[in-house]
């Protein structure tokens, strides 16, 4: 009974893992290019404002809840699946920490926009936006490629 509910559970979890990291990296790549855009608004204008208030719910109704679904999700099919054993986990497992520590990052400049502490130039931000998207890539390459 208990190997029947895990093994009906797994193809679910797994759907909620891919919507949660849909959501997660949705956010991961918009973000930055709302820091662009941000970059340019004059300090204190209506405008600089409005990117406050997108960029702080972006982060809390979006991207912070995605990320703590796809962790949760994620560790059930490590746990439910035995691939703790796989070298393309472990490889996987590095490059979403490092994707972790890129959101951490985010949310700290979320806070220094916020404070109206940007120190960073626009240029900065448009190079930082494609770091989410390389990772990305591959670690969808190693999740379903299983290269070794
Ligand atoms: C947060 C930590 C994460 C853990 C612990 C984790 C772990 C896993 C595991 C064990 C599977 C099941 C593999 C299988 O059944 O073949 C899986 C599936 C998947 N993961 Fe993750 N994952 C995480 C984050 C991510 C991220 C950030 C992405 C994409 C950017 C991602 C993309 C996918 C995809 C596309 C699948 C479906 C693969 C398939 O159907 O074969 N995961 N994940």
Redesign the pocket.
């Known amino acids: 009974m208990y190997e029947w509910i895990t093994i009906t559970a797994y193809p679910w979890i ?1 759907a909620l ?2 919507i949660a ?1 849909i959501s ?2 949705a956010g991961m790549l918009y973000l930055p290019r709302l820091f662009v855009y941000h970059c340019e608004a004059e300090l204190g204008s209506k405008q600089s404002e409005t990117f406050k208030i997108m960029e702080g719910r972006l982060l809390k109704v979006i991207i912070n809840p995605a990320m703590i679904v ?2 949760l999700a ?2 059930y ?2 746990w439910s ?1 035995h ?1 703790y054993t796989s070298g393309w ?1 472990h490889a ?2 590095t490059l ?1 920490l490092v ?1 972790s520590g890129v959101h951490g990052f985010f949310s700290r400049w979320v806070k220094d926009f916020a404070a109206d502490q940007n120190t960073r130039t626009k240029k900065f931000y448009r190079i930082i936006n494609e770091i989410p998207t390389v990772l ?1 890539i591959f ?2 390459l190693l ?2 490629v299983k290269p070794f």
């Open positions: 797994k893992h891919v990291v997660w990296m796809t962790w994620g560790i099919l490590v699946g691939w986990f996987k497992l979403v994707l990305m670690i969808v999740v379903i």
